[in-house]
């Protein structure tokens, strides 16, 4: 694919949209290289929730041209000892709090090196403690696109946080166990089971808050009113939906139910 | 006017700012073209109307430069029998499911050529049968800012869907009927009477929800506070508002409601 | 730091991300100038909020390079005499209703000039009522990074529109009045005390509605549940808060709430 010529630094964070908070990062990273190109993933990821933040980056990092920077800014612990961290892979720069936001990039990439951001002179001064995002991260992410080396900013680690996404498990011949891991907007339920743990033709059916879900489709308007199907969904993982509504409502399924899968 | 440079491609979907969606969308753009600068117009139509989108893109599209590629995803029929388009006119390309959202381009522009896309080569692989906004909408408005020629995406079509904007009618001497087009978010209800339709000194009331709205304004801010009052709005249609309230909950009216206008 | 090559507008606008509006005003400005790097600020701004539009702004301005322009649209007296003004700073271009949005800049800045936007060339025609954002503010907007001269765009004038921010009062030998300038999306506080008010040696209490909050904190995730604290924000204000709660929907508390402040 084409290299991409003009640096991009993507964006995703619990900041809203209605504070001053989106406006101080993109400042604080154009004023470092006013020729990034700032891209909007989300800034509305629920308040705190460093696993929604996961699985959101972990949907659309990958997407993007090699050489993108990846700056995610969920931190409920800004201005705690947690450290700021740079991660460099086969392909991307992230620019993180080591919260445990990055694990999927440490499941799936080839990790050329973890750096505890320390050398405070690439920061933004004064440093807030409770706005790291303009004084720290983003600073941090400008300069990586002028070409910094990453050693400069500190001292490479290994013992970063980081959680492992919840597993598939095998409770019967025919039955695997698993989880909720997210709902999105339009309320469908994605579940942690692939489609190498369910091939298609050995479906039976997903069992979820006491509802059987036997019908599989491939496309959100073929199911008929009211039904719940299982859907193979665009990040890889099966959901459960219901034509044009929500799923998590009808169900009161959100993030964590359990979810049974029996195969044929 | 001066011709873009940086190619451009607007953004107009349903779907939200919270989840993964509107990343990957940007990211398979840029992964095609790095160069591209991507203009978010709205991601907040209410999921799949497709009337509200319809609506949203007739009233901004034409404010953009030569060149510009308008992306439309609102797309309730993913993965089903509708086809994707991408359509030439003589300012601009669009790329958008073929399901009425671009109608008022059919009514409004000098159409060249309607593309039924088909040639897979151009789309990201594999393709998920639920989220043709990345694989197929953003892969193709991107290869079309990179120059390829629009005959390469498919067979030319002439049987698209083009959903007929709701007409005015004249039911009396003095009397036209019409309907509520759209309500904004600050609850001005927009209606479909143009000021072809009601010429300033031929205004007499618009009847609406049991009201006779008789007094004509130009400007919000000039109304009393609690008196309703027609306006003359930025997208060529009457609207009916009321100051610094919205319109819309105090007379309990919203899209499809029927409206009257009297004149002189 | 860094001259930016690219010329960069800001967007602040209470037009939300629903509608066509914020559409309208990135084509219009891409129209006129279509290199121009534009940056969402916020379009979130509560509908005519004034004072929320203010905060929002002093709070990310002049973390901007050099050269930018901000382009500010809150605007509840469009179409009527309140005029549109375009302010030269030191560092950056304003443009914006004459209605006191702008007075944090008019307080803090070296202010080289104030223009009456009258020549109305610049604008684009038809000029709507009830849209300067998009027929107005966006074109001005456009053509300064452009380079055309701010004298071509009006007369310079020196009676604008300056509110004052509610001043901090000293009502007894320790004892400090203010006031609640705002509440942010997570709940804090912000409050108009300062460090320089308050040195953090001499804090003793923060008095709001009934609270005594003599909690002092550096990072938000310090706080024990359930505990008020007081702690320096990231905009140059004393804030109160509430570990991963609101501590505004605690306090029933708002924007105008007055705070005491008791010294050491």
Redesign the interface.
């Given at each position: 694919?084409?290299?991409?010529?003009?640096p991009?630094i993507?964006l995703?964070t619990d900041?809203?949209?209605?504070?001053?908070?989106?406006?101080?990062v993109?400042?604080?990273i154009?004023?470092?290289?006013?020729?990034v190109?700032?891209?909007?993933?989300?800034?509305?990821?629920p308040?705190?929730d460093v696993l929604a933040a996961a699985?959101?980056?972990r949907?659309?990092?990958?997407?993007?041209?090699a050489g993108?920077v990846h700056l995610v800014v969920v931190d409920?612990?800004?201005?705690?000892r947690r450290r700021p961290l740079l991660v460099a892979t086969e392909r991307y720069y992230f620019v993180a709090p080591d919260s445990g936001l990055l694990s999927v990039v440490f499941e799936n990439e080839t990790i050329h090196r973890v750096i505890h951001i320390t050398e405070d002179h690439f920061f933004r001064k004064p440093v807030?403690?409770?706005?790291h995002g303009?004084?720290i991260f983003a600073p941090v992410a400008a300069w990586v696109t002028r070409g910094i080396d990453q050693f400069k900013f500190g001292p490479e680690i290994t013992d970063y946080v980081s959680l492992s996404t919840p597993k598939v498990r095998q409770v019967g011949p025919k039955l695997l166990q698993g989880v909720v891991l997210y709902v999105?907007?339009?309320g469908n339920l994605v579940t942690n089971f692939t489609e190498k743990d369910i091939p298609a033709e050995r479906f039976d059916k997903i069992l979820i808050a006491g509802e059987e879900v036997s019908i599989l489709q491939?496309?959100?308007?073929?199911g008929d009113p009211g039904e719940f199907f299982a859907?193979?969904?665009?990040?890889g993982f099966y959901e459960i939906a219901l034509t044009?509504d929500s799923a998590a409502q009808a169900l009161e399924a959100a993030r964590g139910t359990e979810v049974g899968a029996l195969l044929k």
């Open positions: 694919m084409a290299e991409s010529r003009r991009i993507t995703l900041f809203g949209t209605v504070d001053h908070f989106v406006g101080c993109k400042g604080a154009l004023e470092i290289n006013p020729d190109h700032l891209i909007d993933a989300t800034h509305d990821v308040s705190h699985f959101t980056l949907s659309y990092y990958n997407y993007f041209p993108t409920p612990g800004v201005g705690t807030s403690k409770t706005f303009r004084d999105d907007k339009f491939d496309a959100y308007a073929e859907i193979p969904g665009s990040s044009r």
